[in-house]
Every structure is written in structure tokens, then in C-alpha cells.
């Protein structure tokens, strides 16, 4: 049996995630590519009902003697991101800001996973420096 402790956190949820907002980033730098390409038809990549229903799926596991105890669990699902093709033309002007709000979202999760590893790393030293 492998010792996983990162697995009762986000961190495999993010890391998902990350894996999602990738493939989306492929996704438009395709459609940016092949603007001016005839009868091409844009890809879409939607992970968020996915995402959503990971979170909802997982709602607390913890037992509580009273009901007004918090409850505790963890947060596991697929988040895997899918390939669709679209049936209107591509718009250079939405792709860009579909390209920068992609980068945007993906920095800001990528920022949580490290700031979650290097709250890992502060406990296993022992010290804030």
C-alpha cells in the first residue's frame, strides 16, 4: 500500500484542473492557428460542470454527534476536460480573450497547489523562512 497523504486534500483535484485548463490552452492556440482555414470548425474544451460536480459529489464524509458540529471530508473527482467542436467560425478577438482568461484561471490554480506544497514544506522544516 503506497502512502498518499496528499490525496485527502485539493491537490489531486488542482493538479486536474491544471490538466484541464492545458488541454483548453491547446485548444484555442488550435483554433487561433487555423483562423483563416476554410470550414474549420473551432474546438471547445468545458471542464466545469465537471469540476462542480467533483465538488458537490464530495461533500463532507465525517461523522458528528450533533448537528451543529462541522463536518469533515475530503474532496476526490474527475476533472477531465473534453474535446468538442463547435459549429460557428472562429473570431480571432474571442480566442485571445478566451487565451488570456485560460492563463489567468491556470496561474491563479497554480498558485494554490504550490501555496498547498509549500504549507507541506513549512510543517515538515518547522519554521516560516
Not at 23 to 45: F, G, Q, S
Not at 92 to 111: G, H, P, T, W, Y
Amino acid at each position: 500500500m503506497t502512502f498518499r497523504p496528499l490525496d485527502k486534500t485539493l491537490a489531486p483535484l488542482l493538479r486536474r484542473t491544471l490538466q484541464a485548463y492545458s488541454k483548453r490552452h491547446a485548444a484555442v492556440a488550435e483554433n487561433i492557428a487555423n483562423v483563416e482555414t476554410k470550414n474549420y470548425r473551432p474546438l471547445k474544451v468545458s471542464f466545469e460542470k465537471d469540476l462542480r460536480r467533483a465538488l458537490e459529489k464530495n461533500k463532507p464524509i465525517g461523522k458528528t454527534a450533533d448537528p451543529r458540529h462541522i463536518t469533515i471530508g475530503d474532496a476526490k473527482g474527475s476533472v477531465a476536460g473534453n474535446y468538442e467542436a463547435t459549429n460557428t467560425k472562429v473570431n480571432i478577438e474571442e480566442e485571445m480573450a478566451k487565451l488570456a482568461q485560460n492563463q489567468i484561471r491556470f496561474d491563479f490554480v497554480s498558485k494554490m497547489l504550490r501555496g498547498g506544497y509549500d504549507s507541506i514544506k513549512t510543517s515538515i522544516r518547522g519554521r516560516l523562512v
